[in-house]
C-alpha cells in the first residue's frame, strides 16, 4: 500500500500499464466507447496506427 501512495503522480511505465490495462489491446468498439483517458493509454500501449481504422 505504501508503494503504490508514494507513487501517487509518478508516469506509470509500460509494463505497469499493461498489467493494469489486462495486457490486451482493445478491439475497435472498445476503443471507441472507452475514456480519453484509456484510449490514450491504448495509444501509448501500442501505436496510433493500431487504432487508425477505428471509425471513431
Not at 478491439?27 to 496506427?49: K, N, V
Request: glycine content about 8%.
Amino acid at each position: 500500500m505504501k508503494k503504490s501512495i508514494s507513487n501517487l503522480g509518478e508516469a506509470l511505465n509500460k509494463a505497469d500499464q499493461k498489467q493494469i490495462n489486462g495486457g490486451r489491446m482493445f478491439t475497435c468498439d472498445e476503443f471507441c466507447s472507452a475514456s480519453p483517458q484509456a484510449q490514450q493509454l491504448q495509444i501509448d500501449l501500442y501505436g496510433y496506427d493500431a487504432f487508425q481504422m477505428c471509425p471513431c
